[in-house]
């Protein structure tokens, strides 16, 4: 079954609608979340901070204000972005902050997994899609292997791409 636009398409298929932030879904029990910022040679600690809270607060923004299709853009790049920093801490060899990364990646996709609804076709083949690529993370994360994460990211890159042409085709269509 093909929907006619994008937007109906994603209110069919999902079950519930992504209420985390994309900081609540990044955020582990066991640390929090935190903006890294290069601040001036002469800042303090307080404005290091205060830099800080100011784009967590952009970004809270910028989610809260999102409309549901936009934030599944987001959770594509932001998926994409964490592999990238584990790719690199992996070659830096650092296993803790490539663990962290990988780790954000996969709960980013567990939520994307848990709001599809599963009575049709579409959200099975997206669950199989989300699956795999949670499995490939949790392998590259054992094995800190590179070119595991190389061969996940196309995939990401191509549902990241199909919806941003799902939502263009969608706005187009509005417009008339």
Same mark, same amino acid.
């Given at each position: ?69 936009? +934030? ?29 990364? *990988? ?12 709001? *599809?609804?599963?009575?049709?076709? *579409? ?13 490939? +993370? ?39």
């Amino acid at each position: 079954m093909v929907a006619n636009n994008a937007y109906a398409a994603y209110q069919k298929f999902a079950k519930k609608p992504i209420t985390r932030s994309i900081e609540e879904i990044m955020k582990q029990k066991e640390q929090p979340n935190t903006v890294t910022t290069v601040p001036e040679p002469t800042a303090t600690k307080a404005d290091i901070k205060t830099n800080a809270n100011a784009t967590n607060h952009y970004l809270q923004n910028a989610v809260f204000t999102a409309a549901p299709e936009d +934030l599944t853009f987001m959770l594509y790049n932001g998926a994409i972005k964490f592999i990238n920093q584990a790719i690199a801490h992996i070659e830096e060899k650092n296993i803790e902050k490539s663990h962290q990364a *990988l780790i954000k990646a996969q709960n980013i996709f567990y939520e994307l997994s848990s709001s *599809l609804d599963m009575k049709y076709e *579409l959200s099975e083949n997206l669950k199989s899609i989300y699956t795999y690529i949670i499995e490939g +993370l949790g392998e590259a994360n054992m094995g800190k292997s590179v070119e595991k994460l190389r061969e996940i990211i196309p995939y990401i890159v191509e549902l990241k791409d199909t919806w941003s042409q799902a939502m263009k085709s969608y706005k187009k269509e509005i417009k008339r």
